[in-house]
Nanobody
Framework: QVHLVESGGGLVQAGGSLRLSCAAS????????MAWFRQVPGKERDFVAA???????TYADSVKGRFTISRDNAKNTVYLQMNSLKPEDTAVYYC???????????????????WGQGTQVTVSS
C-alpha cells in the first residue's frame, strides 16, 4: 500500500505561482509512476502531469510550459510547480501513484491505484 498526502494548495492571484507536494509513505516510490490530476465540482477528474519511474514527464496541453512535475525519490515526494496560474486552474488537485511498467506514465485516472485526499487550489482573477 502507498499512502499519499498532498499539501501546498491555497488561494493565489492570476499570474502567481504555487508548489504542490505529494508525500508518500508505506512504500518507496522509486519504482512508481506518479501523477497529478485535478477536478472541479460536477466534472470528471482530469489529467495534469505525470512522471514515470524513469523520470520521463508528460503534461496536459493546458498546462504545458506553465507547470513542472518533479520527483525526489530520496524524500519519497513528488512536486508540481505551477506558474502563471489562471482562474481556470482552480480545482482540487490529487496526487496518484501506480507501479511503473513502461517508459511513459499513463494519463488516465483508472490506471492509477493509489490516490491522495486532494488539496484545493483557487486562482482569483
Amino acid at each position: 500500500q502507498v499512502h499519499l498526502v498532498e499539501s501546498g494548495g491555497g488561494l493565489v492571484q492570476a499570474g502567481g505561482s504555487l508548489r504542490l507536494s505529494c508525500a508518500a509513505s508505506g512504500r518507496t516510490i522509486s519504482s512508481y509512476d506518479m501523477a497529478w490530476f485535478r477536478q472541479v465540482p460536477g466534472k470528471e477528474r482530469d489529467f495534469v502531469a505525470a512522471i514515470s519511474w524513469s523520470g520521463w514527464s508528460t503534461y496536459a496541453d493546458s498546462v504545458k510550459g506553465r507547470f513542472t512535475i518533479s520527483r525526489d525519490n530520496a524524500k519519497n515526494t513528488v512536486y508540481l510547480q505551477m506558474n502563471s496560474l489562471k482562474p481556470e486552474d482552480t480545482a482540487v488537485y490529487y496526487c496518484a501513484a501506480t507501479v511503473g511498467s513502461g517508459y511513459v506514465s499513463p494519463t488516465t485516472s483508472d490506471e492509477y491505484a493509489y490516490w491522495g485526499q486532494g488539496t484545493q487550489v483557487t486562482v482569483s482573477s
